[in-house]
């Protein structure tokens, strides 16, 4: 499948309607990295910037084999295998993975964008956490100084443009990553991303894959269907506060994963060095639908949700509309993603080859039946204690 990308969109930041990603014409991500990866980074950055990054590389040579006018990518003092970057440490499975190296062993470092309320729970847990964006190159490459590793669990978030992060920034990193001489790159990727070109954010995650493939770094590609987490706040919650629980008629089967697994599948891999190269795809062990999923937590609950269905006719209609406005484009982009998972698609895939690959043991994966009824437990359990304490204290009074 070829990546419907706008031609110019050659340097990160260079692309001014991002709704060019729908055109006719053909980007070739080939073109994006020139034959020397820190001119096509330094060319992206300010003036202060490119001598900051050429500045950093040198640094993290031998002094004599390096000069901050040429860039000399002889091997300098090696970096330790067990030292990682992981970029997009705060989200959902980004913590898994950072909790996950951190127990291994690995000396953690974690890229954050600036923030008001700053991540102290990486640091409380052992971990280094710098601050850099995605989508401003020149804060990139001193993250990535004495870094053998970078894990790439990054996203947009929901208010900002699909392309900024998820293409411009991955453009940006991926280049600083191979002009500084990182060994290996993970990358996480969406499950069938190749076959859905209507649809910016899976249409992105598969140029950036072949993106990474042409860098010429040791990377593994992971796609992934879908996370056992997204359900606590979607349906398990929800019914517990006896609160609307938002469905569709579509019957979209997901194979939905652990991030705990998948941290540590991630890890066995990355040790692996037969997976250099790999495109893998892990999913959990069955495929379910939404009123599955629904069902299964109504009677852990032991309560009824209150459901509604949405048509996927009034997604498809919703889209169309929001195309008409420059200001909704991006609500578009992302209908478009809840369109292809409301449809009749299976997001799974048989996993015995991978398990063999990976010397796991199948048993070993969380089944969806057991992450939801520790959680339950868990929840109702608290809710019963606290019942109980508020009981006493009227006593009391």
């Known amino acids: 499948m070829a990546c419907k990308v706008a ?48 500045q950093l590389v040198s640094c993290s040579m031998s002094g004599e084999a390096a000069t901050v006018g040429a860039v000399n990518l002889a091997p300098g003092t090696p970096v330790r295998p067990t030292s990682i970057l992981v970029v ?51 804060t990139i490459p001193a993250t990535l100084v004495g870094i053998h590793t970078v894990i790439d669990c990054a996203t947009g978030r929901p208010e900002e443009p699909i392309k900024t992060v998820d293409w411009e920034g991955k453009v940006a990193l991926i280049q600083c990553a191979k002009a500084m001489g990182i060994q290996k790159y993970v990358f996480y990727s969406i499950h069938n991303c190749d076959k859905h070109p209507e649809v910016p954010l899976m249409e992105i995650k598969y140029c950036t894959e072949k993106f990474l493939q042409d860098s010429g770094l040791n990377h593994i590609v992971i796609r992934l269907c879908g996370f056992m987490q997204g359900l ?24 939905y994963m652990d991030t705990q697994d998948i941290a540590r599948l ?6 692996n ?4 190269g790999k495109l893998l795809t892990f999913a959990g062990p069955r495929a379910w639908t939404t009123q599955e999923v629904i069902t299964l937590c109504e009677r852990l609950a032991g309560q009824d949700a209150n459901v509604t269905t949405v048509p996927v006719s009034v997604l498809r209609f919703t889209r169309q509309l929001t195309r008409l406005f420059q200001w909704t484009n991006d609500v578009a982009d992302r209908l478009a993603f809840s369109e292809v998972l409301t449809s009749d698609i299976v997001f799974s895939v048989p996993m015995n080859e991978t398990y063999s690959l990976l010397g796991v043991d199948q048993k070993d994966v969380v089944t969806l039946e057991k992450y939801l009824q520790d959680y339950f437990t868990n929840i109702l359990k608290k809710l019963k204690d ?12």
């Open 7 to 54: 031609t110019q969109l050659v340097i990160p930041g260079k692309l001014h309607n991002h709704r060019q990603f729908t055109t006719s014409s053909t980007f070739s991500w080939r073109r994006t990295l020139s034959p020397d990866p820190l001119l096509s980074l330094s060319t992206s950055l300010p003036a202060a910037g490119r001598c900051r990054a050429r």
């Open 88 to 138: 997009g440490a705060t989200g959902t499975l980004g913590r898994q993975v950072v909790r996950r190296a951190l127990d291994e062993g690995y000396d953690v470092r974690c890229l954050v964008r600036p923030r008001p309320a700053p991540a102290d729970f990486l640091r409380d847990w052992g971990a280094i956490v710098v601050n850099a964006d995605l989508s401003k190159p020149e």
């Open 232 to 255: 606590i706040g979607q349906y398990a919650v929800p019914i517990l506060e006896e609160k609307s629980v938002w469905g569709t008629d579509a019957p979209t089967r997901i194979a």
């Open 266 to 271: 991630t890890f066995i891999a990355l040790r």
């Open 273 to 276: 060095e037969k997976m250099n």
């Open 386 to 397: 606290l019942k109980a304490q508020s009981k006493q204290t009227d006593i009391i009074l």
